[in-house]
């Protein structure tokens, strides 16, 4: 059978149909999401969000102050408190972060973030490296309860009374993690591909904190040793086919 090359188009080094040319490919769990536009995630529902890109005035190596990093949903839940916390360019895709500190109660609390999370359901999504190589706790994200997000003993972990670990860290490679929980489900993605659910329904409580602020008994000794690009907290629990939006944006974005 011989085809009509009006019906191919070269792309790359091959031809391929031309119906498929001007096709969008969304790839699957953990794939490259080279495909999905990284304009903005889904606003919906949008509580928080803290992105590094969004801090304005700050050069590399800078000390964060309070009010440095604004909350990008409009919400007016900005940066606090900071402790032990630099900025630092072009670390991720050309891209700022957080760095967060190794010593005791280096981290930083939120403003107006009293109970956005002391009650189900929310979606919580989180894009952090682990600086070091030690066998140890640490926290990205917690609250006054004893629940975290971070690298937990050499694991992408999280915990909400029961551990639902994920793949074992690498120093200094960024993941992003999503945190669902509704009544009776907790759920837990690394870079876009489930690590697994339990039924507790344990939240991070009234007080919350990024770094190592807010933890319940060991969240002082418990500090990041990290860094931290993006945050954005939902309060509902997402649907599969929204969830899966925002992670293809911070893959995207993020280079993931």
């Not at 030690?134 to 003993?153: E, T």
């Not at 339990?198 to 990041?224: D, H, K, Q, R, Y």
């Amino acid at each position: 059978m011989k085809l009509s090359r009006r019906k191919f188009i070269k792309t790359g080094l091959i031809y391929v149909p031309t119906a498929l040319a001007s096709t969008t490919i969304i790839p699957g769990p953990g794939a490259k999401h080279s495909g999905v536009s990284a304009s903005g995630p889904l606003t919906t529902n949008l509580a928080s969000w803290l992105k590094a890109d969004a801090i304005t005035g700050k050069s590399d190596g800078d000390t964060m102050v309070t009010t440095d990093w604004p909350d990008s949903s409009g919400n007016g839940r900005s940066s606090g408190v900071f402790a032990g916390v630099t900025y630092k360019t072009n670390v991720q895709n050309g891209l700022p972060v957080c760095r967060f500190g190794n010593g005791f109660q280096n981290g930083m609390t939120w403003t107006g973030a009293t109970n956005l999370l002391n009650a189900l359901p929310f979606t919580i999504f989180l894009v952090y490296s682990y600086r070091a190589a030690s066998s140890a706790g640490h926290r990205a994200f917690q609250g006054s309860n004893n629940w975290l997000i971070g690298p937990y003993s050499l694991k992408y972990s999280f915990y909400n009374g029961a551990f639902i670990d994920g793949p074992a860290t690498t120093q200094n490679l960024f993941k992003y993690v999503t945190v669902r929980q509704v009544t009776g489900t907790a759920e837990h993605w690394v870079n876009g591909i489930s690590q697994g659910t339990n039924s507790n329904n344990t939240t991070p409580g009234a007080i919350i904190g990024l770094g190592e602020f807010g933890g319940s008994g060991a969240g002082g000794v418990e500090p990041l040793n990290g860094d931290i690009g993006e945050v954005l907290i939902y309060t509902a629990g997402l649907s599969v086919s929204d969830r899966q939006s925002v992670e293809s944006y911070l893959a995207t974005k993020w280079g993931l």
